[in-house]
């Protein structure tokens, strides 16, 4: 049995405008200073599990063996998208399926499709983030229809919004493309992230009931990754700044839209916690050497540990102090320890989105952000499942 305690239920420009586009004003630099001290960068400590005050440890614990994984069959579900895809791209193990999250002092519930779309009958689900938001929303989405496979569906693709129907249920499950969660607008030509403007992406959201939220990648994206041109936050403008400054200012204008607009006996709310890449094997490997071991090509099974190897995400720190500073009960989905040990589930070169002469060289091709599906998102959603319905 599952002890649980969640009490969540519920024309022109000016010239001058153009030119302060490009100026750095050396009054940020203190904020920077202070907010790096403030968070501690050259601390390097073991996570807090405990963060939903639950008397279940959800998210410490341990992958077992379990031979009845996966879920679903990537053949029975059409709508993964071709990155995730890893056994339709010729991936050629598939131990990586095989493993269950079992959490220190209690048994996470069997997902039962069917047993959600009773309860959440009429209801509305939305993702909202980058595209670790859309794999675990393709994720439950594959859940579900395994254990309701006749049922009437309907989905609608756009950007940023798309929207999946289990028609017989009136229960839909959306994905809102934010990466930054915070507006990206357009200025004078150039794209211009506003750190505390959220009102564009946000009115999309109001009306869900279940809301789950992440960001983390696209902040310490440079070069051609980079989603802006221009930072706007203070009412000026900047080429760049701390980036870890900048993620906690914009989780703070998404913290004060959850706590001014969410009626939170009506809205559920959720955020998943960073999730981790394997770029690096010295995390699992003592030996690994730059020549010989690059990423997670090649790895086919978790870690064996059970704390964190290497440095913690200072983005996951940010993420828990802004959450345990909001009014709104927001219930973290802390994913990143036990994702961070699964260094064997992501597709690395069994991506569709890949070249055969990508996929000729790993070391510099392979996918190790995202995660195959099936696989480790759907341990995401069977904690979600355990945390909505306990």
Known sequence: MVLLSCPLFKSCLLPVVLLALFQFHTGFSAVVASLKKHHGHAQRGKPVFQTNHSTCALFAGTWVRDDSYPLYQYSNCPLIDAEFNCQMYGRPDSDYLKYRW??????????????????M?????????DSLGR??????ICMISASAPKIQTRMSRGDPLSTFKFIDYGLSISFYRAPYLVDIGVVGGKRVLKLEDIYANGKAWRTADVLVFNTGHWWSHKGSLQGWDLIETGGKYYKDI????????GLRTWANWVDTNVDRTKTRVFFQSISPTHYDPSEWSAGATAMATKNCYGETAPMTRTTYPGTYPDQKRVVDEVIREMHVPTFLLDITMLSELRKDGHPSIY???????????????????HWCLPGLPDTWNELFYAALFN
């Open 102 to 119: 079992q959490p220190l002092n209690c048994v996470l519930p069997r997902f039962n499709g069917l047993v959600l779309l009773s309860k």
């Open 121 to 129: 009958r009429g209801k509305h689900v939305m993702f909202v983030g």
């Open 135 to 140: 794999n675990q929303w393709e994720s439950l």
């Open 242 to 249: 701390d980036r870890l400054v900048a993620l906690e200012k």
């Open 351 to 369: 991506s569709g989105d890949l070249s055969p002469a990508q996929r000729a060289n790993p070391g510099r091709s392979a996918d190790c952000s």
